[in-house]
Nanobody
Framework: QVQLVESGGGLVHHGGSLRLSCVVSGSTLDYYAIGWFRQAPGQEREFVAAISKSGRYTDYADSVKGRFIISRGNAPNTVYLQMNSLKPEDTAVYYC????????????????WGRGTQVTVSS
C-alpha cells in the first residue's frame, strides 16, 4: 500500500524559509508524479507545485512561482518543497499527493495523499 508522509512544517516569520519533505513508501517514487497542495482554514484546497515522474518537468502556481522550488531529493523516495520568502498568506496545511498520470494541477488526478503538515507564517 502506498503511503505518503509530509514533514518540515512549522512556525516561521514573514520572509523566512521552510523545507517540506514528502516520503513515499510502499512503492517506488519513479512510478509517480508528485504534487503539493495546500488548504487554509475556510478555503478550498489549492494547487501549489508538481513534479513529473522523471523530475524534468515542474509546474508552479502563480502565487508561489519564484519563491518555492519542488525537487526530487537525494534521499530515497523523497520529494522536497523549498519555500522561501514566505508570506502570511502562505499559512495552510500542506499536502503531498502521488499520481500515476502526468504532473497536473487537478487534485482529482492524484491517487494517494498524505495527512498534511501545518505551515504558519507570522506577520
Amino acid at each position: 500500500q502506498v503511503q505518503l508522509v509530509e514533514s518540515g512544517g512549522g512556525l516561521v516569520h514573514h520572509g523566512g524559509s521552510l523545507r517540506l519533505s514528502c516520503v513515499v513508501s510502499g512503492s517506488t517514487l519513479d512510478y509517480y508524479a508528485i504534487g503539493w497542495f495546500r488548504q487554509a482554514p475556510g478555503q478550498e484546497r489549492e494547487f501549489v507545485a508538481a513534479i513529473s515522474k522523471s523530475g524534468r518537468y515542474t509546474d508552479y502556481a502563480d502565487s508561489v512561482k519564484g519563491r518555492f522550488i519542488i525537487s526530487r531529493g537525494n534521499a530515497p523516495n523523497t520529494v522536497y518543497l523549498q519555500m522561501n520568502s514566505l508570506k502570511p498568506e502562505d499559512t495552510a496545511v500542506y499536502y503531498c499527493a502521488a499520481g500515476r498520470s502526468r504532473a497536473v494541477r487537478n487534485g482529482a488526478m492524484y491517487d494517494y495523499w498524505g495527512r498534511g503538515t501545518q505551515v504558519t507564517v507570522s506577520s
